[in-house]
């Protein structure tokens, strides 16, 4: 991967909670050049798309996930990785602003909704998924983290006995079913996922690292025990047959210009709790 996740070389890394918030929808915001507080780099009209809107880029994602999308509503949306990401490829297509539409992460990854030119939201190519949803290439590999209550006693050796939980559409549900076969409970979104660890419903949740470590450092009460190497990477997603050889151009390029690696600096460095790198790697026993 060319994205760095080598976040030694940042102070903190990750990714923050996606809550499933279906139906709303709206306009960031229209900073210089209608992208907010991006600064964008790329060569303007160096990639080319046909906009499902002329003259926006429209890109779906799951609010909140702060560091990615700064903001809890599509209009109050100003910065972040994902949402500059998406401004540098609206700058490179020409465009002038980005439209962001929040929709769940269960109704995006399922191809639902199809009235978008991009969607950018921590999501983990799957074999499954593409059957129903074009991929980008990948911009940001991820593990599978465990997040628990402070002081709980929960241990890479005692895990299986606990009980496990993670929220629907996401690629840590069939980990903890199939691979780790602990005693597992499903939540609809991420929200009521954090709510059950906090309440003693569940000994462990189960998400991507980067975001379990942002949990654990907004609520002050849970902490990251382990982490498991699952080799995933995220990739935005395209509607079935649309412009994605476009994109892909511009997302090569920005990997390979040091776009994405700036983009961690500014936005997730400072956002996240901890560096993944630094969390005990376990092994299902």
């Known amino acids: 991967m060319k994205v760095k996740r080598s976040f030694a070389a940042l102070a903190a890394s990750g990714l923050v909670l996606a809550l499933a918030a279906c139906g709303s929808s709206g306009g960031s915001g229209s900073g210089s050049g209608g ?58 297509a020409g465009l002038k602003s980005v439209t962001v539409k929040n929709v769940s992460f269960d109704q995006l990854v399922a191809g639902r909704t199809n009235t978008y030119d991009i969607a950018l939201a921590e999501i983990s190519i799957t074999a499954e998924r593409a059957k129903v949803v074009d991929f980008s290439i990948p911009y940001f590999d991820s593990n599978i983290g465990v997040l628990v209550r402070k002081n709980s006693g929960v241990t890479e050796d005692n895990i299986k006995s606990k009980t496990c939980a993670a929220y629907t559409g996401t690629t840590s549900v069939p980990f903890i079913q199939d691979k780790l076969k602990c005693h597992v409970r499903i939540y609809p979104n991420s929200q009521t996922l954090y709510q059950g660890l906090l309440s003693g419903q569940v000994d462990a949740d189960f998400l991507d690292t980067a975001i379990v470590l942002a949990e654990a450092k907004a609520t002050g009460k849970l902490d990251v025990v382990g982490q498991y190497k699952t080799g995933e990477k995220y990739g935005a997603i395209y509607p079935k047959g649309s412009a994605k050889k476009a994109f892909n151009q511009g997302i090569q390029t920005m990997l390979k210009d040091g776009t994405t690696d700036q983009l961690s600096k500014d936005y997730l460095g400072p956002a996240f709790g901890g560096d993944p790198s630094s969390v005990p790697v376990w092994t299902i026993k």
């Open 35 to 92: 992208f907010g507080k991006c600064k964008v780099t790329g060569k303007k009209n160096s990639i080319s798309i046909k906009p499902v809107t002329a003259g926006t880029l429209t890109v779906e994602t799951t609010l909140p996930a702060q560091g990615w999308w700064n903001g809890t509503t599509p209009g109050s949306i100003k910065s972040g990785y994902e949402y500059c990401m998406a401004a540098d490829l609206a700058h490179r």
